[in-house]
Nanobody, 121 residues
């Protein structure tokens, strides 16, 4: 069973920092793109940042210059360093990865369970 497990959310004051981690586990042949999405109350889920297996990144305009996505391919883990946090960053953050399991040899999207980030003003 392939799964993504996130950690690192919590409550922080505006201007503070948090680091999210997401580890993929199971019988994995390969992982392509990995990313972070977020969903605030009453809003649609949106892409925050993504990173390819080669390390190319892209970010939502709202987080450019404040958030940094990175990955450790040896650990099948993606990170999101969030600095200068704002109240509008409050949301549930979800990890996403395009994974090819050994069992199916077919790439599909996997999602983590979500980790809540709350930024107080």
């Amino acid at each position: 069973q392939v799964q993504l497990v996130e950690s690192g959310g919590g409550l922080v004051q505006a201007g503070g920092s948090l680091r999210l981690s997401c580890a993929a586990s199971g019988s994995i042949l390969s992982i392509n793109a990995m990313g972070w999405y977020r969903q605030a109350p009453g809003k649609q889920r949106e892409l925050v940042a993504a990173i390819t297996s080669g390390g190319s990144t892209n970010y939502a305009e709202s987080v450019k210059g404040r958030f940094t996505i990175s990955r450790d391919n040896a650990k099948n883990t993606v990170y999101l360093q969030m600095n200068s946090l704002k109240p509008e960053d409050t949301a549930v953050y979800y990890c996403n990865a395009a994974i090819t399991p050994i069992a199916t040899m077919t790439v599909r999207d996997y999602w983590g369970q979500g980790t809540r980030v709350t930024v107080s003003s």
